[in-house]
């Protein structure tokens, strides 16, 4: 490593590293909230690197969704009196 790399890392401080520990413990984290990953035995191991990817199709199918769920709302909310209960109630859903 070159000496200002290496001055570089010193100066970001102590307190901006993280620790393979840590990521281990993040990437278990992770590991118990995607439910592709979450379902497998667990004897299967999973690299780090599949976890992340999981996670972010994850999160991207939760996009998707919610996505889907605001149009379906939308659309609903399109086809009822506008000064309803259910109309005052969608309107609620949708601006959250």
Do not use: F, W
């Amino acid at each position: 490593m070159s000496s200002r790399r290496s001055r570089s890392r010193q100066q970001t401080g102590s307190s901006r590293n993280i620790t393979d520990e840590q990521i281990a413990d993040l990437v278990s984290k992770l590991q118990q909230l995607i439910p592709e990953i979450r379902n497998r035995p667990s004897d299967t191991q999973v690299s780090a690197s599949k976890v992340l990817q999981e996670t972010c199709n994850y999160i991207r199918s939760l996009h998707r969704e919610v996505d889907d769920l605001s149009d379906r709302l939308s659309d609903l909310l399109a086809t009822t009196d506008t000064d309803s209960a259910q109309a005052a109630i969608i309107r609620s859903l949708l601006s959250q």
